[in-house]
């Protein structure tokens, strides 16, 4: 079975092919290496702007694509 993470990771990389989109092509667009923004979709590492990226290319937010990693305010559930 797959962790929490890999499973993301496929989600994301999934979702991107059916937008006609990749993790290379967020890469480019940011001028970073497909690497790094694997580290980023695997929760491995954390960049605010691939983040923001990806779930720009995925029409969400940052915040829903990613929940465990953004806190939740105050007085939220």
Known sequence: ????????????????????????????????????VSQVSLGRSRSKRVEGALASALETTPEQLFPDRYSKKEGEP
């Open 1 to 36: 079975m797959l962790s929490e993470e890999k499973q993301l990771h496929v989600h994301i990389k999934h979702a991107l092919n059916l937008k006609g989109s990749s993790l290379a092509d967020i890469a480019r667009t940011l001028n970073i290496s497909q690497g790094s």
